[in-house]
């Protein structure tokens, strides 16, 4: 069974880098496809980019390209989304989420890492 | 880049059957799939490639996909089923979500 466990809630200024973690229990990171998704307060999902397992590389959603930056350290099962030049509209709710390749769909998420971005 | 559309709600009364549409370009020639996101939680996987129900789901649970629309139906509606719903595909490398529709059992 997997279990993705998300570092805690942030809070950075304009202008700054945030680093949140997803750390993999019940399987080893490199059996997984991971990838980002986040959530605005009171607004729906917007995937931001993960491992394409038909590329065999990360990808990054066009909107985020430049600013996020997403890797993974195997000696401890976690993966890391950064996004970089925050700005207020970057607070957001954000998930790490396996996605199952067969099938293109996100089936097990993260508890969610919440960032406020604010002066 | 590829779209998909919701609508904002849907309402029904407990015991009848819901109905959730999600469209998009010749969505039927790809394969869509549901998330129900309760307040305050993550989102669950709920119908996947179209039809596919993941183990633990409810049979009530169904889906649908043909030509530019996906139908995600919930038969004999509970109020535990009041949350989020959104469809979501993949589309040349992106994946995309629809715009979530809130369902309201009343």
Not at chain 2, 5 to 14: A, D, E, F, L, Y
């Amino acid at each position: 069974q997997v279990q993705l466990v998300q570092s805690g809630a942030e809070v950075k200024k304009p202008g700054a880098s945030v680093k949140v973690s997803c750390k993999v229990f019940g399987y080893t990171l490199t059996e997984l496809c991971m990838h980002w998704v986040r959530q605005s307060p009171g607004k729906g999902l917007e995937w931001m980019g993960g491992f394409d397992p038909e590329d065999d590389e990360t990808i990054y959603a066009q909107k985020f390209r430049g600013r996020v930056t997403m890797t993974e350290d195997t000696s401890s099962d976690t993966a890391y989304m950064e996004l970089s030049s925050l700005r207020s509209e970057d607070t957001a709710m954000y998930y790490c989420a396996r996605l199952l390749p067969s099938a293109d769909v996100f089936h097990i998420w993260g508890q969610g890492t919440m960032v406020t971005v604010s002066s | 880049s590829y779209e998909l559309t919701q609508p904002p709600s849907v309402s029904v009364s407990p015991g009848q059957t819901a109905s959730i549409t999600c469209s998009g370009d010749k969505l039927g020639d790809k394969h869509a799939c549901w998330y129900q996101q309760m307040p305050g939680q993550s989102p669950i996987l709920v119908i996947y490639q179209d039809t596919k129900r993941p183990s633990g789901i409810p049979e009530r649970f169904s889906g649908s996909n043909s030509g530019n629309i996906a139908t995600l139906t919930i038969s004999g509606t509970q109020a535990m089923d009041e949350a989020d719903y959104y469809c979501q595909a993949w589309d040349s490398s992106t994946w995309v979500f629809g715009g979530g529709t809130k369902l309201t059992v009343l």
